[in-house]
């Protein structure tokens, strides 16, 4: 049948994904070393060294048992047709399509929620605690997740009611209204999600005047940039982890900076990393990755349009009638080796992107104080120097910091 065969992928592609990971992972474990690598000399010492590799075998670790969790949870739930039991559940209660499918996935996602934040626990007051990392009290914790909570039930539950209302209504013309309705809101919250969404969680204030926002503003004069909006943000308040971002578009455009970022940063290498992010919006890249964002999610709703009908798609999961909901939970499991290659490309994109960014800095700045604020970045971050090739493929979205000073210098690293 059909949907046997359907559930029988389900089980391929998840247990799939599971072995790809621990197999990079693994990949990634064999350049680890208990001795100071040649070419990371003048980078980290040996003591933080072998503190960063310390740190990335725990976090490793953890993840290892967390994804074990999880897909044992998963599979135990697909085999005893625990998706299925749930949806028959949620109709014993109601038999709007639109209810039905909030239901089911608030109860889906408040019981993933639950089950993962032990892991997050132990991640964030143990292993981040341990390293020196951790600012988060266990208040601003269950704060962080309350508010979590209630964007996922205004916005999410409101996106998801709208979708499926559109899908009872327009048949085949499904795909291009939701796709145009997400492009709207995928754009809107790129524009203000800074000044909506983060103040939620994080204070932001305007930069000081003064020797570095003087500093800023006449380079920003200089790239022909206009910047107005600088924001400071506390990131401190959660971890002692340092971080500069870009967003916006056009006058909605901001750069903030961690506060931990202009504690342990000179002037100079500040105005290095703002040249980075500018460098990104000069060139386009914000947009450009706007636009390939967009791309993808059309590609999956026009995908999802052929097969979302099919009861084939809940029966797949135990489900005695076809609905949206499940079918559309179906889909997710089976759209996943696109997604990884879309993911894939997307990396890929991303670390060009990385490296044009950092010639935009070098040749307008300071190379010098980009690579050093590079370097602490990365030391002060415990950040892993060496990972395998192939896990980088796969998993990063920048070089890795070798690579990257390599670039700016045009001497090839030593591997």
Known sequence: MESQFLFQLI????????????????LNSTYWSDKLPEELLGIYDEEKYRKSQSYQKSKQKIAVISSV??????????????????????REYTSNSVLMAIVFFAVIGFVMDVLSTPFSIYDTFVIEEKYGFNKTTSKIFMLDKLKSWLLAVVIGGGLLSLIVWIYTISGSLFWIIVWMILSVFMIFMTMFYSSLIVPLFNKQTPLADGELR???????????????????IDGSKRSSKANAYFSGLGPKKRIVLYDTLIKDHGVDELVAVLAHEIGHYKKKHTLAGLFISLAQTGLMLFVLSYFIGSPALSQALGASQASFHIGVLAFGILYTPISLVLDLITNVVSRVNEYAADRFASENFKPEALMLALKKLSVNNLSN???????????????????????????????
């Open 11 to 26: 089980i391929i592609f998840l247990i799939g994904e599971f072995v790809l990971e621990r197999f990079l992972e693994y």
């Open 69 to 90: 969790f999880s897909l044992v949870v998963l599979l135990c739930v697909l085999y005893f047709d625990g998706f299925a039991l749930l949806d028959n559940w949620v």
């Open 214 to 232: 003087t500093a800023i503003e006449k380079f920003s004069l200089k790239a022909g940039f206009k910047l107005q909006n600088i924001f400071v």
């Open 385 to 415: 120097l060496r990972p395998h090739p192939v896990y980088v493929f796969f998993h990063y979205s920048h070089p890795p910091l070798l690579k990257r000073l390599a670039a700016l210098t045009g001497v090839k690293e030593k591997i």
